[in-house]
């Protein structure tokens, strides 16, 4: 992660240097490198839809927006949700007769599970001058393909579970990861503010993943299974471009 730090921040620099040409967004297509910050609340389908209930995820990345209006990205996302539809099953070998898990103490272990993940994309996009109100603005369309991972998190409340804490607790999140392909249709706006400038629209994910782990205790063998994960929702992201911006024009009589 370091490493994508220090390379994030040199293309930042280097892009961020080359962008000299005076500019005003209002008035023409501009060149600009544009970090953004994301927001989404996706809902599930296919395999997913199995073990997982909605979730959502927030991110970041960095856009490059030519005058032409193509746009090449790199983001990363951290993807959270609270429904495990599968739970029982998952921790079946160490539920008692009355569904509870008994911890250290001999009293019912406090825990919760939740679902995590992540994804990284590399995708490629133009900006359309359809429902434009400026050149650099108007229909968004991308595309690309990345790696997304997920898995099921156990919290147990002061570890009191050894039997699901530490490394055992492994043996039951289910991580799997591989292959993202993933598209999205919405709206851009990049106007004459360094401040509102944002975009909007429908993401999905299509995802094709298999078991990180060498061994799951619930199904007591290692998880062979090929998975098709896929993803559908609602995403907004606000930008801050960098370009050097045009100076005013002040006419004396």
């Known amino acids: 992660m370091r490493y994508l730090l220090i390379l994030f921040a040199t293309l930042f620099m280097g892009v961020a240097g080359s962008l000299q040409a005076q500019t005003n967004p209002g008035d ?5 490198f544009i970090p953004n ?8 389908g296919k395999d997913m839809a199995v073990d997982f209930g909605s979730n959502a995820a927030i991110g970041g990345g960095f856009f490059y927006k030519s005058k032409s209006n ?4 790199l983001d990363f996302n951290y993807l959270f949700g609270g429904t495990i539809k599968n739970e029982k099953q998952i921790l079946s070998m160490v539920l008692n007769s009355d569904g509870y898990i ?3 103490n001999g009293t019912y272990a406090l825990y919760t599970v939740y679902e995590r993940g992540f994804t990284f994309n590399f995708r490629v996009g133009k900006v359309l001058n359809l429902l ?3 050149p650099n603005s108007g229909v968004m369309i991308m595309g690309g393909a990345g790696y997304l991972t997920h898995f099921v998190k156990i919290d147990n409340q002061h570890q009191t579970a050894p039997q699901i804490s ?8 289910h991580m799997r990861g591989g292959l993202a392909l993933n598209q999205f249709i919405g709206y851009y706006f990049l106007g004459n503010s360094r401040i509102l400038n944002f975009y909007a629209g ?3 994910y299509q995802a094709f993943t298999r078991s990180t782990r060498d061994y799951s205790f619930d199904l007591m063998q290692k998880d062979t299974k090929k998975y098709t994960d896929l993803f559908y929702g609602f995403k907004i992201g606000w930008m801050i ?3 050097k911006r045009a100076p005013r024009k002040f006419y004396y009589y």
């Not at 023409?28 to 600009?32: D, K, L, P, Y």
């Not at 910050?37 to 599930?44: C, D, G, N, S, V």
């Not at 193509?70 to 990205?73: A, F, G, I, T």
Request: no cysteine; proline share 5%.
């Open 28 to 32: 023409s297509a501009v060149r600009a």
């Open 37 to 44: 910050f994301t927001f989404a609340y996706q809902f599930p």
């Open 70 to 73: 193509l746009l090449l990205s």
């Open 102 to 104: 008994i911890d250290g």
């Open 132 to 134: 434009s109100i400026n």
């Open 166 to 173: 530490g490394d055992y607790a492994l043996g039951y999140d």
């Open 202 to 204: 429908f993401e999905f």
């Open 241 to 243: 471009p960098v370009y």
